[in-house]
Structure formats: structure tokens, C-alpha cells
């Protein structure tokens, strides 16, 4: 064999191989595409929340389709339709719908019935993908984790966050406070019946609205829901204390309507411009700036919620996550993981916030410059975010139970007719029997 | 095969003979159970059946969230509904509410159907426009009067609570009004509907018999009291039958305004049904509350019957 001869045949050798592998290549680059083209054609329809994010959400879709040929009708439900159509669903087996936007208190229930696909799996296997790393380690526990299950994935994060009235603040010749105690008693001092200014508001409506603003706030005093073995401790004492300091608040500092606001009228009264003081989701933060929704553009500032002096920051988080129903077929399921990769990787779920969603999961978003050069309050969610809890509203299967206990005891001393601590024992003494 | 020929036709022979004949009458008879066949059908399965399932739910521990662990409890809900003093407090809420809104709408729209009683382009065009409130919904309707009473910064509830009318928590926010405020709303929207029921029977009532009062001389508020009001009885009594019905069941309106608050001052019977049956997915408590509840609507028109009965002997009598 010459060596012309042979070097012929290495040549040989060597287009063979680069035949077999741009062949091979066209196998599997045919094999992804025909992955996602597997399901061209199908539809998905998505229950979600009425939320800030849902109407953007519903006009990305066409982008999901353009990608997978994957239709997703999303349909956009007030919270308690959405939780009876989705109870409904998933013990009648309707199939009404493949993917549930879920909050981030359902995690128990739906971890104890088994209703949505566990997730661990699929997210370990698309970790890369997804991006994990990326995603807020509160986010990804708080909104859809229930003792180890993955339940939903993180869809919407928020945080709570203090918005509070610079001018009135600057006039008192106030700082902004960085303490419980501080945030207490500047709400009285700004507090001028006379001007109609008041210091302080939170929901108080009888029911989960003054249920949940007060389960906030007294985890920032100090207090707590359940005990260290995950027991209702409704009536220990720093609860008790913290009500009584709640009570007080109410009735020398908030607006006098505001023993029936629920998240609406609470948020009213801060953007006509008669509170100086809201805690609040971050979710609602961009609107405070907008003059076809507010009446204080300019003169309000976005600060983390003070907590209680000595005690460990605690910033309380909340959101929705996005879940498969189970009893939708495999394809359906499949494609229902591809559009919660779709709707949560980090370029589409910059573009749900660009266009006002408003929630927040990727660390890369909060610390992205064209976010934050329209939402400049964004560093002030990334470190409630670092350091945030979403547990401060116990996510147990007795959750409905509890809040419904407490929104009936906890109004009921806002109104004036039962003392803190008559209250609490007797909602303790209701929730110990659910346990 | 020939035996099975025999035998066929023995058998078919005697039915023939064991037919009962049918006769016109029973031609009819069976034409007429055909008739209400769909009608008794349709009452089976959309009101008595699922009426025997809440019965039979409401013995049962069943929560949708724990669908396997299911257990009979016999009366244990009913037990517990009564031990509870906030679902007293409701059934008697409800009770309230109820009688106070009815007999307000009576009222009201007996006032109204009078007014509109002489049928001219301008009543007509009246009636279309008071019905409007019927026509929105109940949600809505709490929702708009939520923004317009609130002490705040209401349109209303503003201007109320400057001046002292309501108290600076306003109407919706003050457990001593709260329910009168309810009361109120309630009437704003149905007051229309038994308007248009009373008229109906107004326009049927004889014209002979009120002519012929007129020409002996009865005075205005003889002829209402003698001749319009009793002969307006069965009309009435329709309309409070109507209206209870509706008004034990009130939800939308509280719902969206007071959530039963301020402490209880507006908690009725069918917010402790939802909440139980949508919020906690408990259905035998739900089930439960929805039986007490028909009892009370029975309860309350049994005693308008006895009420339009009594008054329309007393007008007999006259």
C-alpha cells in the first residue's frame, strides 16, 4: 500500500465519519424537533388567578404556540372560583382544566390529596434547562413545596414591603422606620383626623382579609401561628400582645372605614392619598407611580417591612405557582411541563414583567437593567426575597380552617366587641379540634 | 319447532285474554301521566334528589379534601351546628334580615304598584325603568354600594360620615347598622320585582266591583281597606313567598360588602353554607346547614300562609 493510497482511504475514513455524524446530528436535532412538534395541535387550558399577571400572561401565550404549536387558553378566575372549580375538578376527575395557577397556601392540600404532578423529577431532570440556581430558594419552597413534594412550580413571587408616604414623612421631620416600634409610633403621630390623614391601614374585613394582614404583622412582633411541633398557638402571648398593639392601631390610626376593608379598599385608601403607612405585596408597587390609578405619584417610597426592634429581619412572601392537574394524559402532562419551563424561563418571564406582571421568581430579573430602570423598587423585593418566609401563614391542610377562625376573632376585636385575649382563647379552642 | 309454534301462540293467546281493554278513559288517563311524565321527571331529578342526597350527606363526616376518609356520624352535624353560638346567632340574623326586607318590599311596592296602577305611556315607561335594579347583578350590586357607602372615601359614605349620619365607620362598618344597611340594599333591588307582581294583580282585580264602590260613595282608604287589599291577598301572598324564599338565601350582597362582619352582625345561614361547602370543601356540614335552612324557608312560609289566611277570613267575615 503507497502512502498516496493510504492517505486516500484515511480521507475516506474521515468523510465517513463526518457523514455518520452530521447524519446522527440530523437524527437527533429531527428528534428534538419532532419532540416539540409531537405536540402540535393540542390544547391546554390554564385556570389562573385574577391577578396582575394573568391578563399579560393570557396575551404571551401566542408566543407558546408560535414555539410548540401548543394552544393555551387561559382562563382568569376571581380567587374563591377558582379554588371551588379546581376542588371541584379534582375530586369529581372532570379534567376541566391541565394546568392550575395555585396559591402558595394550597401547597398542604394538595400535597395531602395528590391531586397535581409532583415535580421533583422532572425539575431535577431539566435543572439545567430551567435553570434552577436562578430561581429564589424561598420562591421555590414557598410556591409549591410541601415537605419535600414539588407540588406547583414558582410562578409569582411576592414580597411584603412597606409603602409609605415621603412628604408626610419629610413634613414631621421623620425618618423612614426601620423598626416595628418606629413604623407604630409614626403612624400615630402622622395620624391628623382633622386632614383626613391617617397612619396607618390594613385589611379588617371579617374573613381571610383581616386574617392574613394580622397573621403578617404579628409575625413581625414576634408572634406566631403554631408552636415548635406545628400546633395552633393562637393564644400565646406575644399574639395576644401583638392584637392588642393591632387593636390600638386600628382605632387611634386607621382610617375609621377600615375595620371592613379587604385588600381593594385597603389599597384605595392608599393611593386617594389619606394613609401614610401600608404594608403591602409587592405585586401592587408599580401602580403607586401611575397617575390613572393613583393620586400620590411621586411621593410615595418602597422600603422592606420593618420588624419588631431586637427581634431577626422577617419579610413575610407570598405568590402563585403553576400546577399540572394528574388526571390529564401523559402527552397533556408533557406539554404542560414544556409551557411551565415556557412561562417561567428567565427572557419570557422578564417579558411578563416588562408588561406589568409584577411577579417576580428569577434573581436575574430583579437585578436586570431594563427592570429596574422601570420598577427602580426592585432591590427592595430581591432582599425580602433573600431573606423571606412563607410560612408566617401556615401552609397545612388546616389552613382554611385557621384563617377562617382568626379573620372571625381577630375582627371581632378590631370592632370593639371582645377583648384580645377572651378572642384568642376562644379561637384557640376552635382550632385545637383540627388538630 | 312446532311445539314452540303451539306454545307461542298459547302464550300470546292468553295475553290477549288477561289485556285489560283500553277504553277512551284510559286512553286519556294514560295520555295525561304521559303529559306530566317530563315535568315529574325533571322535579325528581333536579329537587328531590338531590334534596334526599343532602339528607344523606348531612349524616356523614365527608370533606372533598379527604374524600377516603369518610364516616357516618348520624345527627353529630346538626350537633355541632347548634353548639356553635355564631350559627344561632346566624339563623336568627337570617330571620331578621329576611322578615325586615320582605315586609319593606311589601310595603314599598304596594306604594309603587298603586302609583303605576293607572296605565297611561308615562307608568309604562316607568315600570321599565324601575326594574332596572333587578336586572343587575347581585354582586355588582354589593360591590357598587360597598364603594358607595364607604366612610372613606365613598361617593355616599363620605358625606354621611362628615355629616354625622353614619357614624365615621360608616353604615357598612358599624354592627349596628350594618344589617339595617343590608336591609336597605336588598330592598333597592327587589323592590322593583314585587312592584311588577302586585301591579299584575292590581290590573286583574274586577273593575266592576271597584266602580261600583266608587259610585256608593266608599272613600279612597275604604276601597283599599275593603275592596283593593283583600282581593289583592293572593297576590301577596306570592310575592312574600317569592321573596323569602330568595331573601333566607342572601349571599352576593354580604359577600361582597361586609363578609358577614362587622363581628357577626351580618353572618347568615347561607354564608356559613358556602364557607363550609366551598371554602372547606366540608360537605356534610355544608349539606347540613342547606336542610336547616329549607326548614326555615318552609317554617316562614307556612307562617305567611297562616297570616293571608287569617286576614283574608277577617275580610270575608266583613
Known sequence: MTARQGGARIKRRLMFALEIAIA?????????????????????????????????LADLTPEFKQATGVTVKVDILSYPDLLTKMTADFVGHTKSYDLYTTDIVWAGQLAASGSTVVLNDLIKRDAAEIKVDDIYPVLMNALGNFKGKQVAFPFAGYANILAYRKDLYEQA??????????????????????????????????????????????????????DKDGKPALNS?????????????????????????????????????????????SIGAAGYSDPSQSKVVGKVGIIVAPPGKGLPKYYGVGGWGLAINKDIDQKQQEAAWLFIKWATSPSVHKELNEKGGGSYIRISETHDPDLLKKYPFLPVIDESLVNGDGDYRPRIPQYPQIQDILGDAVNAVLVGNVEPQKALDEAQAKAARLF | MGKQIELSRESSGSLISTKPVMTFARYRRLFLVLLCAPAFVYVLAVAVWPLLQGVYFSLYEYNLMRPASRAFVGLQNYRDFWADEAARGAIITTSIFTFSAVTLELILGLGLALLLWRDSVFERALLALLLIPVTVTPVAVGLIFRALLAPDFGVLGYYFAEWGLSGPRGFLGNPATALWTLVAIDAWEWTPLVTLILLAGLKSLPTDILEAAEADGATLAQRFRLIILPMLLPTIFLAAVLRSMDAFKVFDIIFATTNGGPGDATNTMMLFAVKEGLQ??????????????????????VAFVILIRGADRKANER
Open chain 1, 24 to 56: 446522527v446530528s440530523a437524527i437527533v436535532s429531527g428528534s428534538v424537533q419532532a419532540q416539540v412538534k409531537s405536540f402540535e395541535g393540542l390544547t391546554l387550558k390554564l385556570a389562573s388567578q385574577n391577578d396582575q399577571f394573568a391578563a399579560v
Open chain 1, 173 to 226: 421631620g421623620l425618618q423612614p422606620p426601620s423598626t416595628m416600634e418606629d413604623l407604630v409610633a409614626a403612624a400615630y403621630r402622622l395620624t391628623d383626623p382633622t386632614k383626613h390623614i391617617y397612619g396607618f391601614v390594613a385589611n379588617g374585613q371579617k374573613g381571610p382579609a383581616v386574617a392574613q394582614d394580622w397573621m403578617q404583622y404579628n409575625k413581625q412582633m414576634g408572634g406566631d401561628i403554631l
Open chain 1, 237 to 281: 402571648a406575644a399574639n395576644i400582645k401583638s392584637l392588642t398593639v393591632y387593636k390600638d392601631l386600628f382605632q387611634k390610626a386607621a382610617p375609621p372605614g377600615a375595620v371592613d376593608y379587604d385588600w381593594d379598599g385597603r389599597e384605595t385608601s392608599f393611593r386617594q392619598g389619606i394613609v401614610a403607612n401600608m404594608q403591602t405585596w
Open chain 2, 280 to 301: 372547606f370543601f366540608n360537605i356534610g356540614r355544608a349539606s347540613t346547614v342547606a336542610n336547616l335552612m329549607i326548614v326555615c324557608i318552609a317554617l316562614f312560609s
